[in-house]
């Protein structure tokens, strides 16, 4: 008895021992943060990641284009009156701190920016070709570049963070100066600039991958943005004299599958609609959102061109159309005409977001989102030299956008003559205006300018100065930050 | 576990059957019978009688199959049988041949035995809650699951329907929501662990226990924190001759109701309101239109056959049953029908060896419909099912095209699922010594599935298309389970002490895995070619991936009792689970209760009110690993973040870390406390049991949000917040037999659910978002999941009244007007508040019965009360839809309606706000089933026992206010997004004809 007793003490001790390899249990085909970044090839994958994240709703969806067009006077809210009411009140300046949009967006680009702190803090440890690592690094730092230099425009000061986060840290960031971010934002250019290759010297595989003329391109605009006009104008004169771009003959084409990493295209973000019923894993929601809302039935129908929009442009110019789908306009491909949906009133749609008839249905989005063009960085040294008093300059590169856009049609856009600085001031931020509408890029424009008030109060909306030059930052942040993060001025 | 120690396990058991051959009394065996039923009477002890009295006499209980064996020191021994509510026998043993004892009713009421974890007791001598249910009362509702047949059965036990899909099963709270995540009880089918009960034919089951509080529940540790149900499937019934029975119904069932929604003729109006012009001009010609709900629902058949056989003779008992249920849902192109067979097998091979095994196999074919309960809610009922030219309506007239459901089920239906489920344990018992015992047992669970679906090309709309035609397989084993417990059992008694001790070890591995492939592309559309091999094999696609987790535990516990008076009980398990890291790995989940038998004390026996009286009271602590992710405390590199490179658009791999991990992880732990009476009158006729407790979770592990710019995909996992469940279950049951029999019985369980806790820097969770609001919002001091946003108002008349505010700032007259709580002038975030919680202030249910001759009669009736509804699919518009019927009573300038806002399609009046939340409360009459049993001088002819007849109906009657089929929306994988009615299938109300027999 006494030993059987005995024995029902050392089961349990047998059972202890064997039971650390028993409950010893690693996920299943997966790799963990332990098994990761251990070649090139994780290096190449982490790096494509943040790529990767650029097609996501948070950073490309309907809050984006509401947080840049919508919200600008390029355009109105679109679609069906009620269909996202959150994006009316954007429209009409009448949000507030929870409004989706904002922490949508923040998320977006706050998650792009981990993924490349996570690459550019995991890479340099990795054993592989040097040539390699720096490209990598240099992309993984200008991307998380670019995001900063957005967050920083549309919301001022926010967290600056670099590097991956530990557990202690989550709640307690602060916003850090602009001159900081502006700081980091240079650092990192710079490194990019360094280590990335012209984008001639990618193999075809690689097209789409950041480069070094990209790189000085964002740098051009932290200068533009500081007021830097000389460092701008030379940086971009490097782009210039770098002879790797080039303005397509055909406006209207820059938008096309043909102007899908064409010569202009200076950074875009690559998609692809594969065979799916669902979204595929190459697409994005960009085109969707915005594409035609009714029959043909390619979209959501948001981000309508406005009537402020269409008024600033000159007479005949073709950018209007090419930049606008009007009820009743044949589609590019040709095969389909758009018909009045009795939900909308007036309904005009984003064209440079429109795309063809895709595999599945119409969230498989395959349309590369544009994101620099060489026509952008072209008119931003029109902007630089007449900002240095070097108007003949100015003149030179704001009428190669105009010479393009007229093309064998002489009789409209004809050659800016001006000399005055602020006339011609006013003439290259409207050609501006005219050659990157529906693009993204006016609500941007309009704040560097410090003309953001009276843009708005000429579109007639509810602007209130010293308050909406910035966006909230979102209320879930400033709940979460225990007192950590401040809420912009007037919120 | 490793080869090498299981022969060490082995090695154990040999010796132990080596060493209990040194003993050499005789042993005395047999079984102990209702000498009315011959059912085997669990629990009865069976003591020697010596002479003179020794303190120390052999004695043993019964097992749940009525058996005993019992060593005795004399060689002509006298034992005394007895067994509450029995009257004791006093017989001579005999070691030759098992004996075979009767025993009568006492005139009081039998003493119930209850499972509890890891063995058996007297009701009498429990210390802890457990709710007890035998498997004739789960027969009454018509459903393949036993979860749904639980419902409204026991106090404390909340059971909501997950839909009305064929063989859906059902979320069961214990006690209230005790976590943010997994709340869902512990299931134990013939001592195997599962997630749920899905598996077991209700047929089968003899009975089910549930185990509510920590004194019951703690003996299952880490995963007991939720409660466990405890379900004992019928063993061979202690009958020399073989018993068969038969039985079988058929019955026809239709949805529950129909939500009134606008006809054609109301819907064009509401639409020319709506678009303020006449755009529909005639609306008388346009008729009802289309009653889309009649397009999907149909009325639909249920078959159930099942065949039974049991029996026993001296060596071997063994019950068989086999049963083929069949049901077509009441959504077109959904059905479920099942073919099971169970054996339960025991053999005493030797008198002190007995080996067991349970084993059940079911076939289950399934199709699952596709989802048209929202669309064929939303469809226009102006947009007729087919076009002039024969084709499914394209309803993109309206802007954003709602599905034609019509379409769908035609299209989407080729759906079929078939799975093979294998459910059993085997076991083997040998008595080492006069009182202990020694089990082994292995339990298995093994599910596999193959579904295949096949969609055809079709184009109904440019959202409701299928540019090519697609099969697709998935092969799912969701569960490749084991589980092996050791267990050592001591029971005795002496004249004033019970003692019983229970010691043992468990292991258990969990399994999973899944693959599947599809290709497009079929040369034909002839059956024989949906093959993978004739698509196109550049479109193929193939997935795959498994995952596992163990838990290797000890169990501990003991019972003694003074006098019968004086009852005390504590446990102790401790786990180790596969799911956290090494330094957290080890829990101890320890409980104690105590109980009073007052009944029992001279002072209250001389009152002559109670029969019976029990006082008792535990406190125990219990765990929950809560999460659904078996590797939770492992950071995962996530794949799939391709990127499109090159003038090839190529898919580039792309992988990164995507979420934060915590390693820190621990169990969630629940300290549980339990104060209850149990009482009987009327010579035990009326019974009372009241039980008060106190369910306090800690340590919940709850995805945290965190920051967005830390830039985690997902919110990791932390254990942080504190949720208390208190209430009481009440039960109250009256019967009366002889020739009249009528009894009456009913269960309240008032419930308080709040929340003590959340988690450091966030003091509030916004979830269940509509139209980019949240409409759920969970705080301190509140209870889980409390719906959340404007109160209404009224509606604005006129512009005067908007602009006298307060307002938001586009409000039109006839729009809803939302109460301006903070009182500074404009309705913002700020003037959101609690609306009601989903979570009744009490369950309730009752049962009415009765029989007079050879009529029986029964009602089962279940109800909530105070619970809130929220009506979703109604809140959710991304184009024109149909409107419910309230919506014909619409504000206009010349119906100025103070309750029903103008027609809108979104916007303003579609706000979260209590214009989409409902009182949920609802009382229902959830079976009603009336028999009739043929005269026995009939049957008895033709040697049949019994042949019974009856009609039956379920859900035949409801008490609602709210306009949907049903009130109640369970979500058992978040407590932040329940009673939300997102248009899920609903449940069916049906009338059944069958009979019993027996022979």
Same mark, same amino acid.
């Given at each position: 008895m006494k030993n059987i007793l005995k024995l029902f003490i050392v089961i349990p001790l047998v059972f202890t021992s064997c039971s650390e390899d028993f409950l010893d249990r690693k996920p299943k085909g997966n790799l963990t943060a332990d098994t990761f970044f251990q070649n090139e090839d994780h290096a190449i994958s982490a790096v494509n990641a943040i790529y990767s994240n650029f097609r996501s709703w948070e950073y490309c969806g309907l809050p984006f284009i509401g947080a840049t067009d919508i919200i600008s006077?390029?355009?109105?809210?679109?679609?069906?009156?009620?269909?996202?009411?959150y994006l009316a009140q954007v429209d009409n300046f009448?949000?507030?701190?929870?409004?989706?949009t904002f922490s949508t967006i923040w998320n977006g680009h706050y998650r792009t920016i981990a993924r490349s702190n996570i690459a550019i803090n995991k890479i340099p440890a990795i054993e592989m070709s040097e040539v390699l690592k720096a490209r990598l690094l240099g992309e993984a730092k200008f991307l998380r570049a670019f995001n900063y230099l957005r967050l920083v425009q549309w919301f001022g000061e926010v967290p600056l963070i670099t590097s991956q986060l530990t557990d202690d840290q989550f709640f307690t960031q602060k916003r850090e100066s602009k001159q900081n971010i502006y700081i980091q934002i240079e650092k990192d250019l710079q490194d990019a600039i360094s280590g990335l290759p012209e984008?001639?010297?990618?193999p075809a595989t690689d097209l789409g991958r950041v480069t070094k003329g990209a790189a000085k391109g964002i740098l051009m605009k932290l200068y533009m943005l500081q007021g830097k006009y000389t460092n701008a104008l030379t940086i971009g004169e490097e782009i210039v004299n770098s002879g790797e771009y080039s303005l397509m003959p055909?406006? @209207?084409?820059?938008?096309s599958r043909l102007g899908e990493?064409?010569?202009?295209?200076?950074f875009e973000i690559g998609a692809v609609a594969l065979q799916?019923?669902?979204?595929?894993?190459?697409?994005?929601?960009y085109n969707m959102v915005q594409g035609v809302r009714?029959?043909?039935?390619?979209?959501?129908?948001?981000n309508r061109p406005s009537d402020d929009l269409i008024k600033s442009?000159?007479?005949?110019?073709?950018r209007r159309q090419a930049t606008i789908i009007y009820v009743g306009e044949v589609l590019p491909d040709g095969a389909t005409i758009v018909q009045d949906n009795p939900?909308?009133?007036?309904e005009r749609f984003n064209q440079k977001a429109w795309v063809p008839n895709h595999p599945g249905? @119409?969230?498989n989005g395959p349309g590369n989102i544009r994101l620099l063009r060489y026509a952008d960085v072209l008119l931003l040294c029109a902007e630089a030299a007449n900002e240095i008093n070097n108007n003949q300059k100015a003149l030179e590169y704001v009428n190669m956008t105009r010479k393009r856009a007229r093309g064998t049609n002489t009789?409209?856009?004809?050659?800016l003559t001006i000399t005055n600085q602020t006339e011609l001031r006013a003439a290259i931020r409207k050609e501006r205006r005219s050659e990157?509408?529906?693009? @993204?890029q006016r609500w941007f424009d309009l704040q560097r300018w410090g003309i953001l008030k009276d843009a708005m109060i000429a579109a007639g909306k509810n602007f209130v100065a010293n308050k909406h030059e910035l966006l909230p930052i979102p209320q879930t942040e400033i709940d979460l930050s225990a007192g950590n993060l401040q809420q912009n001025q007037g919120y | 576990m490793k080869l090498n120690n299981q022969i060490k396990f082995i090695g154990i058991i040999v010796m132990l059957l080596l060493a209990r051959m040194v003993d050499a009394q005789i042993l005395v065996s047999g079984q102990v019978l209702d000498?009315? %039923?011959n059912e085997p009477l669990i629990g009865a002890s069976v003591i020697e009688v010596l002479s003179p009295p020794s303190v120390n006499p052999a004695g043993t209980i019964t097992d749940e199959n009525g058996n005993f064996s019992l060593l005795t020191t004399s060689s002509t021994p006298t034992i005394t049988v007895s067994y509450t509510g029995y009257e004791d026998q006093t017989l001579a043993g005999s070691g030759n041949n098992p004996m075979k004892i009767m025993l009568a009713e006492s005139s009081e009421l039998l003493d119930q035995i209850v499972v509890v974890g890891y063995g058996v007791q007297k009701k009498s001598d429990l210390t802890g809650s457990v709710g007890s249910l035998k498997g004739k009362d789960l027969e009454?509702?018509?459903?393949?699951?036993v979860e749904q047949a639980?419902?409204?059965?026991?106090?404390g036990v909340y059971v909501t329907p997950a839909? +009305?899909?064929?063989?859906s099963g059902a979320t069961i709270r214990i006690r209230g929501? $005790?976590?943010?995540?997994n709340s869902n009880p512990l299931y134990v089918i013939d001592g195997m662990i599962t997630q !749920?009960? %899905?598996?077991?034919?209700?047929?089968?089951?003899d009975r089910i226990e549930v185990l509510k509080d920590a004194s019951a529940?703690?003996?299952? $540790?880490? #995963?007991?924190a939720n409660g466990v149900i405890i379900i004992t499937t019928k063993n061979g019934?202690?009958?020399?001759e073989p018993k068969l029975s038969f039985s079988s119904y058929l019955g026809s069932q239709d949805v529950i109701k129909k939500i009134p929604l606008l006809d054609g003729q109301s819907f064009a109006s509401a639409y020319n309101q709506l678009r303020n012009?006449?755009?529909?001009?005639?609306?008388?010609?346009?008729?009802? $239109?289309?009653?889309w709900q009649d397009e999907i629902y149909r009325t639909s058949p249920i078959k159930n056959i099942q065949f039974g056989a049991g029996g026993s003779n001296d060596q071997v008992s063994y019950n068989f049953s086999t049963n083929y249920f069949d049901q077509q849902g009441i959504l077109e192109s959904s059905s479920f029908n099942r073919v099971s067979a169970r054996l339960n097998i025991e053999t005493k091979l030797k008198p002190w060896f007995t080996l067991g095994n349970n084993v059940s196999y079911a076939l289950i074919n399934e199709q699952l419909a596709p989802g048209v309960v929202g669309t064929a809610y939303r469809m226009?009922?102006?947009?007729?099912?087919?076009n002039s030219k024969g084709e499914?309506?394209?309803?993109?007239f309206f802007g954003l095209a709602v599905a034609n459901p019509a379409a769908d089920l035609a299209f989407k239906s080729n759906n079929h699922k078939k799975e093979s489920r294998l459910l059993g344990n085997a076991y083997g018992e040998i008595?080492?010594?006069?009182h202990l015992k020694f089990r082994s047992n292995f339990g298995y669970y093994v599910r596999s599935s193959t579904t295949r679906t096949i969609e055809p090309k079709f184009e109904v709309s440019a959202s409701q298309l299928n540019k090519n035609d697609r099969l697709g397989i998935n092969i799912d084993n969701p569960d490749k389970n084991w589980i092996w417990e050791q267990t050592l059992n001591f029971f005795k008694e002496w004249k004033r002490h019970t003692l019983g001790v229970l010691v043992g070890y468990t292991a258990e591995e969990r399994k999973s895995d899944f693959f599947g492939a599809s290709r497009q592309g079929?040369? *034909?559309?002839?059956?024989?070619?949906?093959?993978? %091999?004739?698509?196109?094999?550049?479109t193929q696609m193939n997935f795959g991936g498994a995952s596992d987790e163990a838990l290797t535990s000890l169990l501990f516990r003991t019972n003694y009792a003074l006098d019968d008076k004086y009852l005390f009980t504590a446990s102790m398990r401790v786990d180790k689970s596969s799911r956290f890291t090494p330094e957290n790995r080890t829990g101890y989940f320890p409980s104690a209760s105590v109980g009073w038998n007052?009944?029992?004390e001279p002072f209250i026996e001389s009152?002559?009110?109670?029969?019976r009286l029990k006082c008792r009271a535990s406190f125990g602590i219990l765990g929950n690993?809560?999460? +659904? !992710?078996?590797?939770?405390t492992t950071a995962i590199i996530g794949t799939g973040q391709n990127s499109v490179f090159g003038s090839g658009e190529n898919l580039n791999q792309g992988s990164t870390q995507l979420s934060i991990s915590n390693p820190n992880l621990r169990w969630e732990i629940s300290r549980q406390t339990d104060i209850g009476f149990e009482a009987g009158f009327l010579g035990n006729k009326l019974e009372l049991e009241v039980d008060w407790y106190r369910r306090n979770t800690y340590d919940i592990i709850a995805a945290v949000p965190i920051?967005?710019?830390?830039?985690?995909q997902n919110s990791p996992f932390v254990n942080t917040a504190e949720v208390l469940n208190q209430g009481f279950d009440i039960s109250l049951n009256y019967r009366k037999v002889g020739n009249i029999s009528y009894n009456f019985g009913g269960n309240i369980s008032p419930i308080r659910n709040e929340v003590l806790k959340l988690a450091q820097g966030k003091s509030e969770i916004f979830d269940a978002f509509i139209n980019g609001e949240p409409a759920t919002h969970t705080i301190v001091g509140q209870s889980i999941g409390a719906f959340f946003g404007f109160q209404t108002d009224g509606i604005f008349q006129n512009a005067e009244e908007i602009a006298a505010g307060p307002s938001i700032g586009n409000e039109k007259p006839g729009d809803l007007k939302f109460k301006?709580?903070?009182?500074?002038?404009i309705i913002d +975030? /700020?003037? #959101?508040?609690y609306l009601g %919680?989903?979570?009744?202030t009490f369950t309730y249910g009752f049962t009415l019965g009765g029989g007079y001759k050879n009529f029986d009669l029964n009602i089962d009736f279940l109800g909530t009360k105070g619970n809130k509804v929220f009506n979703e699919k109604e809140s959710? #518009?991304?184009?024109?839809y149909n409107w419910e019927q309230?919506?014909?009573?619409a504000w206009t300038k010349d119906n100025p309606s103070t309750s029903e806002p103008r027609v809108?399609?979104?916007?303003h009046n579609y706000k979260?706000? !209590?214009?989409?939340?409902?009182?949920g409360s609802f009382l229902r009459l959830q079976t009603i089933n009336f028999g009739y049993t043929l005269p026995k001088t009939w049957t008895n002819k033709v040697k049949i026992d019994g042949v019974r007849f009856f009609v039956s109906g379920s859900n035949l009657w409801t008490r609602q206010t709210?306009?949907?089929?049903?009130t109640e929306f369970p979500n058992s994988g978040s407590?932040? /997004?329940? +009673?939300?009615? *997102?248009?899920?299938?609903p449940i069916a109300k049906s009338i059944q004809f069958g009979f019993d027999t027996n022979f």
């Amino acid at each position: 008895m006494k030993n059987i007793l005995k024995l029902f003490i050392v089961i349990p001790l047998v059972f202890t021992s064997c039971s650390e390899d028993f409950l010893d249990r690693k996920p299943k085909g997966n790799l963990t943060a332990d098994t990761f970044f251990q070649n090139e090839d994780h290096a190449i994958s982490a790096v494509n990641a943040i790529y990767s994240n650029f097609r996501s709703w948070e950073y490309c969806g309907l809050p984006f284009i509401g947080a840049t067009d919508i919200i600008s006077d390029d355009a109105d809210k679109g679609s069906t009156e009620t269909d996202a009411f959150y994006l009316a009140q954007v429209d009409n300046f009448l949000f507030d701190p929870t409004n989706e949009t904002f922490s949508t967006i923040w998320n977006g680009h706050y998650r792009t920016i981990a993924r490349s702190n996570i690459a550019i803090n995991k890479i340099p440890a990795i054993e592989m070709s040097e040539v390699l690592k720096a490209r990598l690094l240099g992309e993984a730092k200008f991307l998380r570049a670019f995001n900063y230099l957005r967050l920083v425009q549309w919301f001022g000061e926010v967290p600056l963070i670099t590097s991956q986060l530990t557990d202690d840290q989550f709640f307690t960031q602060k916003r850090e100066s602009k001159q900081n971010i502006y700081i980091q934002i240079e650092k990192d250019l710079q490194d990019a600039i360094s280590g990335l290759p012209e984008k001639s010297k990618y193999p075809a595989t690689d097209l789409g991958r950041v480069t070094k003329g990209a790189a000085k391109g964002i740098l051009m605009k932290l200068y533009m943005l500081q007021g830097k006009y000389t460092n701008a104008l030379t940086i971009g004169e490097e782009i210039v004299n770098s002879g790797e771009y080039s303005l397509m003959p055909n406006y @209207q084409n820059i938008f096309s599958r043909l102007g899908e990493n064409g010569s202009e295209s200076m950074f875009e973000i690559g998609a692809v609609a594969l065979q799916a019923s669902i979204a595929g894993s190459g697409a994005t929601p960009y085109n969707m959102v915005q594409g035609v809302r009714g029959v043909p039935n390619l979209g959501w129908g948001f981000n309508r061109p406005s009537d402020d929009l269409i008024k600033s442009y000159e007479a005949g110019d073709p950018r209007r159309q090419a930049t606008i789908i009007y009820v009743g306009e044949v589609l590019p491909d040709g095969a389909t005409i758009v018909q009045d949906n009795p939900e909308i009133l007036n309904e005009r749609f984003n064209q440079k977001a429109w795309v063809p008839n895709h595999p599945g249905l @119409q969230d498989n989005g395959p349309g590369n989102i544009r994101l620099l063009r060489y026509a952008d960085v072209l008119l931003l040294c029109a902007e630089a030299a007449n900002e240095i008093n070097n108007n003949q300059k100015a003149l030179e590169y704001v009428n190669m956008t105009r010479k393009r856009a007229r093309g064998t049609n002489t009789f409209i856009l004809k050659d800016l003559t001006i000399t005055n600085q602020t006339e011609l001031r006013a003439a290259i931020r409207k050609e501006r205006r005219s050659e990157l509408a529906m693009e @993204q890029q006016r609500w941007f424009d309009l704040q560097r300018w410090g003309i953001l008030k009276d843009a708005m109060i000429a579109a007639g909306k509810n602007f209130v100065a010293n308050k909406h030059e910035l966006l909230p930052i979102p209320q879930t942040e400033i709940d979460l930050s225990a007192g950590n993060l401040q809420q912009n001025q007037g919120y | 576990m490793k080869l090498n120690n299981q022969i060490k396990f082995i090695g154990i058991i040999v010796m132990l059957l080596l060493a209990r051959m040194v003993d050499a009394q005789i042993l005395v065996s047999g079984q102990v019978l209702d000498a009315a %039923s011959n059912e085997p009477l669990i629990g009865a002890s069976v003591i020697e009688v010596l002479s003179p009295p020794s303190v120390n006499p052999a004695g043993t209980i019964t097992d749940e199959n009525g058996n005993f064996s019992l060593l005795t020191t004399s060689s002509t021994p006298t034992i005394t049988v007895s067994y509450t509510g029995y009257e004791d026998q006093t017989l001579a043993g005999s070691g030759n041949n098992p004996m075979k004892i009767m025993l009568a009713e006492s005139s009081e009421l039998l003493d119930q035995i209850v499972v509890v974890g890891y063995g058996v007791q007297k009701k009498s001598d429990l210390t802890g809650s457990v709710g007890s249910l035998k498997g004739k009362d789960l027969e009454r509702v018509v459903t393949p699951n036993v979860e749904q047949a639980l419902q409204g059965k026991l106090a404390g036990v909340y059971v909501t329907p997950a839909s +009305g899909q064929p063989g859906s099963g059902a979320t069961i709270r214990i006690r209230g929501t $005790g976590t943010l995540n997994n709340s869902n009880p512990l299931y134990v089918i013939d001592g195997m662990i599962t997630q !749920d009960a %899905s598996s077991v034919n209700p047929q089968d089951v003899d009975r089910i226990e549930v185990l509510k509080d920590a004194s019951a529940a703690a003996i299952y $540790g880490s #995963r007991g924190a939720n409660g466990v149900i405890i379900i004992t499937t019928k063993n061979g019934s202690k009958n020399k001759e073989p018993k068969l029975s038969f039985s079988s119904y058929l019955g026809s069932q239709d949805v529950i109701k129909k939500i009134p929604l606008l006809d054609g003729q109301s819907f064009a109006s509401a639409y020319n309101q709506l678009r303020n012009q006449e755009i529909y001009k005639n609306i008388d010609s346009i008729g009802v $239109g289309t009653d889309w709900q009649d397009e999907i629902y149909r009325t639909s058949p249920i078959k159930n056959i099942q065949f039974g056989a049991g029996g026993s003779n001296d060596q071997v008992s063994y019950n068989f049953s086999t049963n083929y249920f069949d049901q077509q849902g009441i959504l077109e192109s959904s059905s479920f029908n099942r073919v099971s067979a169970r054996l339960n097998i025991e053999t005493k091979l030797k008198p002190w060896f007995t080996l067991g095994n349970n084993v059940s196999y079911a076939l289950i074919n399934e199709q699952l419909a596709p989802g048209v309960v929202g669309t064929a809610y939303r469809m226009p009922s102006v947009l007729p099912v087919y076009n002039s030219k024969g084709e499914f309506t394209d309803p993109t007239f309206f802007g954003l095209a709602v599905a034609n459901p019509a379409a769908d089920l035609a299209f989407k239906s080729n759906n079929h699922k078939k799975e093979s489920r294998l459910l059993g344990n085997a076991y083997g018992e040998i008595s080492l010594l006069k009182h202990l015992k020694f089990r082994s047992n292995f339990g298995y669970y093994v599910r596999s599935s193959t579904t295949r679906t096949i969609e055809p090309k079709f184009e109904v709309s440019a959202s409701q298309l299928n540019k090519n035609d697609r099969l697709g397989i998935n092969i799912d084993n969701p569960d490749k389970n084991w589980i092996w417990e050791q267990t050592l059992n001591f029971f005795k008694e002496w004249k004033r002490h019970t003692l019983g001790v229970l010691v043992g070890y468990t292991a258990e591995e969990r399994k999973s895995d899944f693959f599947g492939a599809s290709r497009q592309g079929f040369p *034909g559309d002839a059956d024989e070619l949906f093959y993978l %091999s004739s698509g196109n094999d550049t479109t193929q696609m193939n997935f795959g991936g498994a995952s596992d987790e163990a838990l290797t535990s000890l169990l501990f516990r003991t019972n003694y009792a003074l006098d019968d008076k004086y009852l005390f009980t504590a446990s102790m398990r401790v786990d180790k689970s596969s799911r956290f890291t090494p330094e957290n790995r080890t829990g101890y989940f320890p409980s104690a209760s105590v109980g009073w038998n007052v009944g029992r004390e001279p002072f209250i026996e001389s009152l002559k009110i109670f029969d019976r009286l029990k006082c008792r009271a535990s406190f125990g602590i219990l765990g929950n690993q809560a999460l +659904g !992710d078996r590797y939770p405390t492992t950071a995962i590199i996530g794949t799939g973040q391709n990127s499109v490179f090159g003038s090839g658009e190529n898919l580039n791999q792309g992988s990164t870390q995507l979420s934060i991990s915590n390693p820190n992880l621990r169990w969630e732990i629940s300290r549980q406390t339990d104060i209850g009476f149990e009482a009987g009158f009327l010579g035990n006729k009326l019974e009372l049991e009241v039980d008060w407790y106190r369910r306090n979770t800690y340590d919940i592990i709850a995805a945290v949000p965190i920051p967005a710019y830390v830039g985690s995909q997902n919110s990791p996992f932390v254990n942080t917040a504190e949720v208390l469940n208190q209430g009481f279950d009440i039960s109250l049951n009256y019967r009366k037999v002889g020739n009249i029999s009528y009894n009456f019985g009913g269960n309240i369980s008032p419930i308080r659910n709040e929340v003590l806790k959340l988690a450091q820097g966030k003091s509030e969770i916004f979830d269940a978002f509509i139209n980019g609001e949240p409409a759920t919002h969970t705080i301190v001091g509140q209870s889980i999941g409390a719906f959340f946003g404007f109160q209404t108002d009224g509606i604005f008349q006129n512009a005067e009244e908007i602009a006298a505010g307060p307002s938001i700032g586009n409000e039109k007259p006839g729009d809803l007007k939302f109460k301006d709580l903070d009182n500074n002038g404009i309705i913002d +975030g /700020k003037d #959101r508040t609690y609306l009601g %919680s989903v979570i009744p202030t009490f369950t309730y249910g009752f049962t009415l019965g009765g029989g007079y001759k050879n009529f029986d009669l029964n009602i089962d009736f279940l109800g909530t009360k105070g619970n809130k509804v929220f009506n979703e699919k109604e809140s959710f #518009r991304f184009g024109v839809y149909n409107w419910e019927q309230h919506v014909a009573n619409a504000w206009t300038k010349d119906n100025p309606s103070t309750s029903e806002p103008r027609v809108t399609n979104g916007g303003h009046n579609y706000k979260v706000s !209590d214009h989409f939340i409902s009182d949920g409360s609802f009382l229902r009459l959830q079976t009603i089933n009336f028999g009739y049993t043929l005269p026995k001088t009939w049957t008895n002819k033709v040697k049949i026992d019994g042949v019974r007849f009856f009609v039956s109906g379920s859900n035949l009657w409801t008490r609602q206010t709210y306009t949907g089929y049903t009130t109640e929306f369970p979500n058992s994988g978040s407590p932040f /997004k329940v +009673g939300f009615d *997102g248009g899920v299938y609903p449940i069916a109300k049906s009338i059944q004809f069958g009979f019993d027999t027996n022979f």
